[in-house]
Each structure stands twice: as C-alpha cells, then as structure tokens.
C-alpha cells in the first residue's frame, strides 16, 4: 500500500492532535531512549522530540515517501525505514510510541506484549488506533467498492484494517505485562471545509488508501465521484459549507 506524506499532512493540526493527547498521559519518567514506530512524516516525532529534549529519539516508518518528509523535517533524529511487523530492536526503550499505525498491523494479542517486552522497567507503551471501522465514513468505503465494476479488484481492501478488540480485550492483553494500562476513547468533531469534498481529501491519506491503490486512474475517478456522492448524504454541511467529521479513535498507556 503506497503512502504519500504530501496528501496526509494536509490535515496536519488534526492529525496531530490525537498524538499531543497520547503524549501528555505518558507518565513523566526520566526517559533517555524513545522511539516513533510508524511515524509518518514526522509530526509525532517531533513533539517526542520536544517533551523529551535530553532523550535519544528515534523513528521508523515502511513508507519510503514518509521517512524522506520525516528527514527533512527532523535532520537530528535518525530515521530507519522498516515494518513494525518484522522490526527486531529489543531495545531497550523508555517511551515505544505508535501513533495511527497499529490498526494496519494483524494479532495485536501477540503484537502487544511484543512491543512492552521491549522497554525498561518502567517503560510506557504508548499507542493511538482510529477506531471508526463501523463510522460512515468507512463503511461507504466498503459499499462504494463491493456494488462497483471494481469488486473484484477491491475485494481484499476491507482486510487490510485490522478488525480492533474493545476496551476491555485491550485492557486484558496488556495487563499481565504492566504495572498500570490506561486505555480511554475520544471522538474528535473535526470542521472540514469543503463539505463532502473535505472529507474525500481527508480520508484519500489515510483510510482509503487500499481502495484507491488497486485502481487504475478512470477507475480511481468514478470510485471517488461514487464515494463522494454518498459522503454528501451522510455528512450534510453546515450552514457555513463545511461538515463536522465524527473521528473515533482509541488510546492505550501501557507501563511495564
């Protein structure tokens, strides 16, 4: 699946927003090694960098277009390009951070316990998941390209989320390996301008990805009109032109 880092920082202030939220439930330990699993172009890395000024601080990414942006961004921070799912460093870390990657990653109940084994006594698995599978917005996803021409194409799309556990089941995978896990659930009303269209622009950096990837570029085109279209039936705008987007999404501090 292909990421572009232009597309996804044009919704930088709201997409970082969620990662101020997770950084500031870490508890405040004197922290020497943190590490930005999955971290895009770099805006999480950053505020890691800036809570934590006396720390080495690392990020990781798949995304070869992420981890260029990321560089650019923050020429002091190494940067590695790897997949959380095979990555190997035992660390260990005072601060592992994952913010809006791990829904894209399979078996969390193994994952987890994966990524605490790696910090220090003390260390806080810190972790932020969209959790708007059953939103509007993602199952006109899932309509739009199973009643299409394209169902063929987009029949793996849906799969690519992994389908998330609830509070409780996270609470349960991650306790045995904690002294404390804190897992809360936000809804962000983001204003989009552009109604239906701010939307479609939103989600083409992120949720629609496997969807529009497959897709040859007339195919991409009709699949977006089509998704637009229902989009505007789901979201009306405001008076104003824009839409509020409902944006759910799950929060987990895990400390060894």
Same mark, same amino acid.
């Given at each position: 699946?292909?990421?572009?880092?232009? =597309?996804?920082?044009?919704f930088?202030?709201e997409r970082?927003?969620p990662?101020?939220d997770?950084?500031?439930?870490?508890?405040? /330990?004197?922290?020497?090694s943190a590490i930005?699993?999955?971290?895009?172009?770099?805006?999480? /890395?950053?505020?890691? +960098?800036e809570?934590?000024a006396?720390?080495?601080v690392r990020?990781?990414d798949s995304? /070869?277009?992420?981890?260029?942006?990321?560089r650019k961004?923050l020429?002091?921070? =190494? %940067?590695?390009i790897?997949d959380?799912d095979?990555?190997n460093d035992?660390g260990? %870390?005072? &601060?592992? %951070?994952?913010?809006? #990657?791990?829904?894209?990653l399979?078996?969390?109940?193994?994952?987890l316990?994966?990524? &605490?084994?790696r910090?220090?006594?003390g260390g806080? !698995?810190?972790?932020?998941?969209?959790d708007? !599978?059953n939103?509007?917005?993602h199952r006109?996803?899932?309509? +739009?390209?199973?009643q299409?021409?394209w169902?063929?194409?987009?029949s793996g799309a849906?799969?690519?989320?992994t389908?998330?556990?609830d509070a409780?089941?996270? $609470?349960s995978?991650?306790?045995?390996?904690?002294?404390?896990?804190d #897992?809360?659930r936000?809804?962000y009303h983001h204003p989009?301008?552009?109604g239906?269209?701010g939307v &479609?622009?939103? %989600?083409?950096?992120s949720? !629609?990805?496997?969807?529009l990837?497959?897709?040859?570029?007339?195919?991409?085109?009709q $699949?977006?009109?089509q998704?637009?279209?229902?989009?505007?039936?789901a979201?009306?705008?405001?008076?104003?032109?824009?839409v509020?987007l409902?944006?759910p999404?799950?929060? !987990? &501090?895990?400390?060894?």
């Amino acid at each position: 699946m292909s990421w572009s880092a232009k =597309q996804y920082v044009a919704f930088e202030d709201e997409r970082t927003r969620p990662a101020r939220d997770l950084l500031a439930a870490i508890p405040g /330990t004197d922290v020497r090694s943190a590490i930005d699993i999955g971290c895009g172009p770099g805006n999480s /890395t950053e505020l890691l +960098v800036e809570r934590f000024a006396n720390a080495s601080v690392r990020g990781l990414d798949s995304s /070869t277009d992420m981890i260029e942006a990321a560089r650019k961004r923050l020429p002091q921070v =190494q %940067f590695d390009i790897a997949d959380i799912d095979t990555w190997n460093d035992s660390g260990p %870390f005072d &601060v592992i %951070f994952a913010n809006a #990657v791990l829904q894209w990653l399979p078996d969390h109940a193994a994952l987890l316990p994966s990524l &605490v084994n790696r910090l220090a006594p003390g260390g806080s !698995l810190a972790i932020q998941m969209p959790d708007n !599978l059953n939103e509007h917005s993602h199952r006109l996803m899932r309509e +739009v390209a199973a009643q299409g021409p394209w169902a063929g194409k987009l029949s793996g799309a849906a799969g690519q989320r992994t389908e998330m556990a609830d509070a409780s089941g996270y $609470y349960s995978m991650l306790k045995p390996h904690c002294t404390r896990v804190d #897992v809360w659930r936000t809804t962000y009303h983001h204003p989009l301008a552009g109604g239906a269209s701010g939307v &479609v622009e939103w %989600f083409k950096g992120s949720g !629609l990805r496997p969807f529009l990837d497959p897709l040859n570029e007339a195919e991409r085109a009709q $699949y977006l009109k089509q998704y637009q279209a229902a989009i505007e039936q789901a979201y009306p705008a405001l008076p104003d032109g824009s839409v509020l987007l409902p944006f759910p999404r799950l929060f !987990l &501090v895990a400390t060894r």
